[in-house]
Each structure stands twice: as C-alpha cells, then as structure tokens.
C-alpha cells in the first residue's frame, strides 16, 4: 500500500501562483511515478503531470509552460509550481502514485486538494 497526503491548495487570484505538495508513505520503493490530475467541478479527471522515478517528465498541452512538477525522492515528495493560475485551473487537484509491485501496477489517489481561481 501506498499513502498520499497533499498540501498546498486554496484560493488565489487569477495570474497568481500556488505550489501543491504530495507526500508519500508506505511501499515507497515500489513506486515508479508519480503525477497530479485535476477534476474541475462537473468534468472527468484529468492528467496535469506525471514525473518518473529518474525525473522524466510529462505534461498536458495546455500546463506547458505553467506548471512546473518536481520530486524530492529523499523526502519522498512530489511538487507542483503553478504560475499564471486562470480561472480554468479550478479543480480538484489529486496526486496519484503508480506502484509496480510483484508485476502487477497499482495506482494510488490522495485524496484531493481545492485549487479556486478568482478575483
């Protein structure tokens, strides 16, 4: 099993910056990435990012330039910088862990932080 907790959410102004956190526990040695999506209110879920265990990086088409994801593998830690927040950004933020354990790949959700975009 593998446990996320996620940090950082709220409320902040249109072009303005929030940094999502996502710690993770468990069978952290079994994880091989970790991600963010969003779920805007009354939408599917949706990949924002994914970053590997040796740092590869993936990104949707429309947070290029934006959103920033990182990892700290010594804290066991996944980031998520977004600047030039728009009003479109608001969603359910989840942090999302794919594990490989005896073969098999499992996904882990946290359980979600509010990001609202709005003057």
């Known amino acids: 099993q593998v446990q996320l907790v996620e940090s950082g959410g709220g409320l902040v102004q249109p072009g303005g910056s929030l940094r999502l956190s996502c710690a993770a526990s468990?069978?952290?040695?079994?994880?091989?990435?970790m991600g963010w999506y969003r779920q805007p209110p009354g939408k599917q879920r949706d990949m924002v990012a994914t970053i590997t265990r040796d740092g590869t990086t993936n990104y949707a088409d429309s947070m290029k330039g934006r959103f920033t994801i990182s990892r700290d593998n010594a804290k066991n830690t996944v980031f998520l910088q977004m600047n030039s927040l728009k009003p479109e950004d608001t969603a359910v933020y989840y942090c999302n862990a794919e594990a490989i354990i005896r073969g098999f790949t499992y996904n882990y959700w946290g359980q979600g932080t509010q990001v609202t975009v709005s003057s």
């Open positions: 468990g069978r952290i040695f079994s994880i091989n990435s």
